[in-house]
């Protein structure tokens, strides 16, 4: 059985990228960050799914990312936006994916794992740019360069099973691998209680994966 880190932030794609690991047969790890960012709910969501979907661990790491600012995301000063608009959003976080692969790259080597899931998308996605098939090619290769497993000719796997599919398509996939989406929680400002606000870009990409996919909408929202 091969060993897999999965980046887990609680939310709707990363917590099928957990299921579809499972799925393939790979012993999971899973590690969530806790970075500064607006909603604490979603770092419960990450443990719940962790749990639920048979994880050998779960980590939560910290990271001061708050105190570089720059996103809606860790810096309340700036708004969540609730309207779309052109170009890379606000609630993008200036090299979140970059810190998170580097720590899910260190963790890999010490648990010996052969992959790393990370649940980027580039169809129905924000439009950040370390979501890109671009970045994560560049990852890899950066993976086989700067580790002891790199350098002995084992490097670990960036896997990125979603970076092809609508988010109707990954929907049915986790309902098909029997994931309950109402241990999730995608919002950019979720309440204490993980409700959804219902309007930022994260539910409306949900809300319309739920609804093309014909399938019920779990998400709890604040009204």
């Not at 880190?5 to 393939?24: F, H």
């Not at 990271?63 to 600012?69: E, Q, R, S, T, V």
């Not at 093309?212 to 909408?217: E, G, R, Y």
């Amino acid at each position: 059985m091969e060993t897999a880190v999965v980046l887990l932030s609680g939310g709707l794609d990363s917590a099928t990228c957990l299921a579809m690991a499972r799925a393939e047969g790979f012993r999971c790890h899973t590690i969530a960050f806790d970075y500064g960012q607006r909603t604490r709910s979603e770092l419960q969501a990450a443990e719940r799914v962790s749990a639920a979907l048979g994880a050998e661990s779960h980590r939560v790491i910290e990271l001061g990312m708050g105190g570089i600012g720059g996103s809606a995301l860790t810096d309340h000063a700036i708004d969540v936006p609730e309207n779309g608009g052109e170009g890379i959003p606000v609630t993008y976080v200036p090299a979140r994916n970059t810190v998170f692969l580097s720590l899910a790259l260190g963790l890999a080597e010490v648990v010996g794992a052969d992959a790393i899931f990370i649940g980027v998308n580039a169809v129905d996605y924000s439009g950040y740019p370390d979501c890109r098939p671009e970045f994560i090619d560049a990852f890899q290769h950066l993976a086989g360069l700067a580790t002891k497993a790199g350098v002995e000719g084992h490097p670990v796997r960036i896997s990125t099973p979603l970076m092809a599919l609508s988010k109707a398509e990954i929907i049915r996939r986790g309902t098909e691998l029997g994931l309950d989406y109402s241990l999730t929680v995608s919002c950019y400002q979720a309440d204490a209680e993980g409700r959804a606000c219902g309007r930022c870009d994260s539910c409306r990409l949900r809300r319309e994966g739920f609804e093309q996919a014909l399938i019920k909408d779990p998400t709890i929202y604040q009204s």
